[in-house]
């Protein structure tokens, strides 16, 4: 176990002194998120887009769609309840604001009335994965609804939050998971670089003469490169959250689930270039073959569904499609492109392909 | 246990040993002992099959044939019981190149059982100054001592060094020298290959010549020199003109050997070889450049086993 632990600290001073690798593996994604998250932000703080479904039709709605429209940063169209929420599912509108059939009643009733019946209701749809968008629209609607309640105990009228779940996640809510997958690959695949350099400065030649295990130098290198992993999807989503508002609204032990399973997936992908490169050249080479197809055709940059059907197939069967899936889901509430369980068994099984491989073809010398 | 008695304090015992890539026969029926306590050199040029041999004894080959034995085991049966107690210093010192001398020595330290202590190994092996320099950062020399520290971080009984002071300045292999010199004194015994005639010369208390993976010849360097050559070294600058059967018919000459920078004759009566050397070469108007004579060397040895010289 020391000598696990020894060697796993030997290979982080080695990949933390080595800048480039450090940039490749930490700055890189960071990059890109700051890059695509300015670009899409757009021109900041943009107004809401609420889709107005007056079922009532009594003085009381219009009153209360007058308050909402006149409140600042709000446009409001009215729609038909159906139309309304496939237009919020696509992405249209932010949010759907339903005053259900015999609101006006209600109100009328229990206005100055010493025993009140229920409270009316309106109903607030929102995406629980867009937190910071579900909040807006919550303060928008309760600052309206505080102006009619003013006076009024218990309130006459209530919101009722209604969960709705969209297609289209805002551009960097797909896009934070989408690069921590991005970046677990990377960590994976480029361990097949200095692994090839150490074959060929003799260096794994040198370890196979001292009593150290095989298994011992493997594990190291997995472990090595797990705590990158991690460290690599804490920054991550750090940057997401604190800068662009994107948070984890699902599980952080799947999340991490999912970053370990990529990470050693991926790492045995790794092996595998590692298995049938020579040199550390040949090694960058097919690192790149094997990095920028993922990269562009996993749904990272663009939706899979947005791809020709010929992309389609191959997106279908690189890991990183799966990895990049399921971390959106557990991550941020994406739409499944599979479930979470597809997800998990494609990326197994690909790490029991590549271990196979790696371990009838790798070379220690 | 087959061929040949073997000294019951054999460190090393290999026995006709045989490595072959495809139809190339790296090592091709190897044969030697290495007794405890002692300097053995394996000598002789790129490619002879050195390095091949020792690795086979490091475990870190299979042999295609023969019988191996080192410190009493089966290497390929027992290479786990082995480690522990070899040291190890391959032909290019292979060191992780970020990491600083404290932190290779610790890790490789970290692989044994039992080791010797960071700074007394820092201290033998004179890299107190640089024990804080990353690998990569280091000269020839130092990078040297240091791949010999990691040999010694178990306190090994057998330690192999692979052409230890290749590509390093005479200083820098005196020094080392003078360091497995000190590994013998502290009862450590040593297997070291080299192309250097000069460093087998000095380090060996034993060798063995080797040459297109077969072992030519083995010996103490006295033995080899006075087995082959009882003979004097008369040697000059050859000159184009220089015509090696007038050499050949100098009198008491045994053997003659002329190349590009040497021309060397042995001789038996070194007076009377000279005398008409010289007289020869007035009556056709030319003189010997840089003449001297010498012993016979190993160098001359290996010349006369091989038929050509043993050079960087």
Redesign the interface.
Known sequence: M??L???TV?NI??YT??RAALFWTLAFPLIFIVMFGLIFQGGGESRLNLAWVDSDGSPQSAELRAALAAASGVNLEDYAEAEALKKMRIGEVDAVIVVPDGYGGQLEANTGSDTPGAAAVVRVYTDPSQQSLQGSVYQAVGSVLAVINMNDRPPLVMPQPETIQTENLNFISYFVPSMLGLSVMQVGIFAAIPLVA?RE???L????????RRWQLVGSNVLMRLLIALAQAVIIVAVGSIFFGVEITGSIALTALFVILGSVTFLALGYVIASFASTEDSANGMTSVVQFPMMFLSGTFFPIQAMPDALQAVARVIPLTYLADALRQVMVGGVPFATLGVCAGVLLGWLVVCFVIASRKFRW? | MTNAPVAADAVIRVADLKKYYGDVHAVDGVSFEVRAGEIFGLLGPNGAGKTTTVEILEGLREPDGGEVRVLGLDVAKNADRLKPRIGVSLQTAALYPKLTVIELIDLFRSFYPKSRPTAELIEALGLTERSKAQSKDLSGGQRQRLAVALSLVNDPELVFLDEPTTGLDPAARRALWTLIQELKAAGTSVLLTTHYMEEAEILCDRLAIMDHGKVLELGTVEELVSKHFKDRAVRFDPDEALDTALLESLPAVSSVHVDDTDALVFTRDVGATIGALLAGAEGRGVEPQNLSIRRASLEDVFLSLTGRALRD
């Open positions: 020391t000598a632990w020894t060697l030997a001073r080695s002194r080595d150490d400065k003799l260096i030649k040198r370890l196979a003469a001292t009593p150290l010398q």
